[in-house]
């Protein structure tokens, strides 16, 4: 019963001095909203790039040719990928469940009086497996296509927008590549721009066909391979790495001419930046919570000051020590825990509008919202408890003479 009586004589305090009570809490409200905000931000950011980095594909290793310094002549030249060690990191690594060979150029797309320019990738039967691509319409070329040099197409979302404006579906519509004829049999759902160029403008064609016919090439761009376990990737790494360094006869302790990037190390790299980033968002906005809290103390320091006649007749009349201390602190806490909930739901608000206003995607999650509300209490305990402490250790003699 004691204790509701000092609750509703807090309350009564803090009602008395709206405006000095709203001041206080405002700091609460703008440190609290400041935290769920950039911590949303942060999180937002986190999940975007994992979003964008998985797109790229699943258990991901990609073979790709480094640029060397010719000896002696201080020139720089491609080494070259051949299509027989795809094969081969395919045929003698078990943990290597799928692999592409993929070549990469530009060329021409046209259908009647429409052209557009698109990037051509010649890929194999499993590229779109390995790549994480999903087909909306239609399908992708199959192993018999490929082997007989079909001249097929699986266009990007992007691609069939600039060469068919009236958004309807080409399947089956021939259209030219650098002047040959190609038949449209697949269109990919839209992946957004993830990687390297924009896969959402982009034709798919067998490699057979792009290496002899379309682009001219000899030598592969990019080998993509596909690990059947996420916790054997190294260990895939390792063995593709030691298997081309035996095919291109390199020398132990020679430096390696091709480059294999493993997405486990990528993806965890990102997250581990983003990570940085939201603790740094959150550092920054704690500061204003921090603020907030000196601003509370500010306050009930005042209030002490402005109450010590009251203190003296209250502990002159018997109340003890404790009882002045829970009041004060109370006053302090209920400044808090009011700051922190509405600081919450401006938080929380604050985040959606951001995420649907800008580009930036945000996320928010029920730990951060817990995590600011405890600390928007905890300040409230640690700088009411100074000015609390003071007051009860008034003597009532003194408090009762101040004027």
């Known amino acids: 019963m004691l204790f509701v009586t000092i609750i509703k004589v807090a309350v009564k305090c803090l009602v008395a001095n709206k405006l000095r009570s709203f001041l206080a809490v405002l700091g609460i409200i703008i440190g609290v909203a400041a935290v769920i905000a950039n911590l949303a931000i942060g999180a937002g950011a986190r999940k975007q790039v994992v979003d964008r980095i998985s797109a790229m594909g699943s258990n991901l290793l990609s073979v790709r040719p480094k640029w060397m310094r010719s000896a002696g002549v201080g020139r720089w030249t491609v080494q070259r990928i051949a299509l027989d060690e795809a094969e081969a990191l395919l045929r003698e690594i078990p943990e290597i469940r799928m692999a592409s060979p993929v070549v990469r150029g530009d060329a021409q797309l046209k259908y009647f009086n429409k052209n557009t320019p698109c990037e051509i990738y010649g890929v194999g039967p499993t590229y779109c497996a390995v790549r994480s691509y999903e087909i909306e319409h239609g399908r992708f070329f199959n192993d018999t296509e490929c082997d007989g040099m079909a001249h097929v197409a699986v266009l990007g979302p992007t691609t069939v927008q600039n060469l068919f404006p009236s958004n309807s579906i080409p399947l089956g519509k021939s259209i030219k590549i650098n002047g040959m004829q190609f038949k449209i049999i697949g269109i990919t759902k839209a992946k957004g721009d993830v990687s390297r160029g924009n896969p959402d403008d982009r034709a798919h064609i067998p490699y057979t066909v792009a290496m002899k016919q379309v682009l001219g090439k000899r030598w592969l761009d990019e080998i993509n391979l596909q690990v059947a376990d996420a916790d054997k990737m190294d260990l ?148 009411g408890f100074y000015p609390a402490r003071r007051a009860a250790l008034l003597t009532p003699i003194d408090a009762l003479r101040y004027e």
């Open 236 to 383: 895939a790494c390792e063995k593709a790495t030691a298997l081309l360094r035996k095919m291109h006869r390199l020398a132990e302790g020679q430096e390696d001419d091709f480059w294999i990037r493993n997405q486990a190390e990528l993806l965890d790299t990102a997250v581990s930046v983003t990570r940085t980033f939201t603790v740094l968002l959150g550092a920054v906005a704690g500061v204003s919570l921090l603020v907030g809290g000196i601003g509370i103390m500010n306050i009930m320091l005042v209030t002490v000051t402005e109450r010590t006649r009251e203190i003296g007749i209250r502990k002159a009349i018997g109340a003890k020590r404790r009882d002045i201390v829970v009041q004060f602190l109370l006053e302090s806490v209920i400044m808090s825990v009011i700051g922190g909930f509405t600081g919450a739901t401006v938080g929380v608000a604050s985040a959606w509008i951001i995420g649907k206003a800008t580009q930036y995607m945000t996320t928010v999650h029920a730990g951060n919202i817990f995590l600011a509300l405890t600390v928007s209490i905890a300040v409230g305990v640690f700088f």
